[in-house]
């Protein structure tokens, strides 16, 4: 299984929400098409087409869980799909 893959489905299930790699979360939402920009411990991520602005700062080496939740919604939302062979 691809690692884009095993991320997707880990934030998708909701069950690790406070067990995410900061480095995964990022992964996933370049591959999702976003841009990042980085200011300090700040991470900006921003695509055509969706109007939320997504902003994560590591705690550690993993993901804020509430901002975890935030990126699931937006996924959601805009029904977002990671496409693999």
């Known amino acids: 299984m691809p690692r884009v893959q ?3 489905l880990k ?4 069950q690790s929400d406070n067990n995410i ?5 990022r992964y996933l939402l370049i591959y999702l098409g976003f ?4 200011k300090g411990d700040h991470h ?4 055509t087409g969706i109007t939320e602005r997504v902003n994560i700062q590591p705690l550690g ?11 699931r919604e937006i996924i ?9 062979d």
């Open 6 to 8: 095993k991320i997707y």
């Open 11 to 14: 934030i998708m299930k909701g």
């Open 61 to 71: 080496n993993k993901a804020k869980s509430y901002q975890v939740r935030q990126i």
């Open 35 to 38: 841009r990042e920009r980085i």
């Open 76 to 84: 959601f939302k805009y029904n977002m799909e990671v496409f693999y």
């Open 44 to 47: 900006f991520f921003s695509k």
């Open 21 to 25: 790699d900061f480095d995964d979360l």
